[in-house]
């Protein structure tokens, strides 16, 4: 079994969005038919995760969240693991590998 959507639902939209894309992640704007714009992101293994405003539904509560991104490069966070909040005080870690 594999998770293959992740939703969230915030309060924060805008900052929640430049927070991820911050991490490296592509937020992309999206809206299905009549439903509400929200963001997508695709991770590398194919994994959906959504940002979308909480207006018909609650807020996200708590939610601690681990991505690894790829190898540390000149840009981005040196390796091992980073702990950062969210807007919403989600707590996320970010895993960077050594390069190779």
Same mark, same amino acid.
């Given at each position: 079994? +594999?998770?293959d959507l992740l939703v969230i639902? @915030? +309060?924060r939209l805008e900052e929640c969005r430049v927070f991820? &894309? #911050?991490l490296g992640l592509d937020p992309v704007p999206e809206k299905h038919g009549k439903? !509400?714009?929200h963001y997508a992101m @695709?991770? &590398?293994d194919? +994994? !959906?995760m959504e940002l979308y405003p909480a207006t018909h539904r609650p807020e996200t509560g708590y939610l601690r969240l681990g991505l690894t991104t790829? &190898? &540390?490069g000149e840009a981005g966070p040196t390796a091992g693991r980073h702990t950062y909040t969210d807007p919403? #005080?989600?707590t996320v870690v970010l895993t960077v590998p050594q390069p190779s």
């Open positions: 079994m +594999t998770i639902h @915030t +309060t991820y &894309a #911050g439903g !509400v714009e @695709t991770l &590398a194919g +994994t !959906v790829p &190898a &540390a919403d #005080g989600r």
